[in-house]
T-cell receptor
Framework: DTEVTQTPKHLVMGMTNKKSLKCEQHMGHRAMYWYKQKAKKPPELMFVYSYEKLSINESVPSRFSPECPNSSLLNLHLHALQPEDSALYLCASSQEVIPYYGYTFGSGTRLTVV | ELKVEQNPLFLSMQEGKNYTIYCNYS?????LYWYRQDPGKSLESLFV?????AVKQEGRLMASLDTKARLSTLHITAAVHDLSATYFCAVDLVEATGKSTFGDGTTLTVKP
């Protein structure tokens, strides 16, 4: 298995909703990442988990809450989002935090906040 | 703060032609990545460049890294329509592992 699987692929949520994005990999990678990508822009790093511990938080608003329950799974909990949070959310993983073999990206969750 | 600049941002080329995309970065790094992104899709890893002078080739694409000049190039040989996509370079900070900074991307359109 050489994939990073993200679910759901599409999500529409209201500003008062609570939802979660899920990311799973079974490659034995020890680092996992959340990125946000707005249309026609490059991805922006949000969070980095290394060995299931949060190692980087890029000053992301608290309405985004990451969770790493185990080495294969990464969640992003969403609460009270704003319409400007609508974007493609990408999960990635790498063998180690120094990614000598690069990063593997999931197919993304396209989030629309209404 | 690490800055990564790609140029050109938009590139329209005819099939069969050659062209180069440039990626400049502002601080010391020895880890640079090239990705391809099709519209509405995720990022596909193309090349991982980890040392000065590294050169990698896959099909019609060849990437190189000059860490002294802080420059990477992605060369396209004899372009075909299927290469139409957005290409990103990304650079890791040496002192902040796992923290990739992306260039703004080069949108390539190959016309018949």
């Amino acid at each position: 298995d050489t994939e990073v699987t993200q679910t759901p692929k599409h999500l529409v949520m209201g500003m008062t909703n609570k939802k979660s994005l899920k990311c799973e990999q079974h490659m034995g990678h020890r680092a996992m990442y959340w990125y946000k990508q707005k249309a026609k822009k490059p991805p922006e790093l949000m969070f980095v988990y290394s060995y299931e511990k949060l190692s980087i938080n890029e000053s992301v608003p608290s309405r985004f809450s990451p969770e790493c329950p185990n080495s294969s799974l990464l969640n992003l909990h969403l609460h009270a989002l704003q319409p400007e949070d609508s974007a493609l959310y990408l999960c990635a993983s790498s063998q180690e935090v120094i990614p000598y073999y690069g990063y593997t990206f999931g197919s993304g969750t396209r989030l629309t906040v209404v | 703060e690490l800055k990564v600049e790609q140029n050109p941002l938009f590139l329209s080329m005819q099939e069969g032609k050659n062209y180069t995309i440039y990626c400049n970065y502002s601080t010391t790094s020895d880890r640079l990545y090239w990705y391809r992104q099709d519209p509405g899709k995720s990022l596909e890893s193309l090349f991982v460049l980890l040392s000065n002078g590294a050169v990698k080739q896959e099909g019609r694409l060849m990437a190189s890294l000059d860490t002294k000049a802080r420059l990477s190039t992605l060369h396209i040989t004899a372009a075909v329509h299927d290469l139409s996509a957005t290409y990103f370079c990304a650079v890791d900070l040496v002192e902040a592992t796992g923290k990739s900074t992306f260039g703004d991307g080069t949108t390539l359109t190959v016309k018949p």
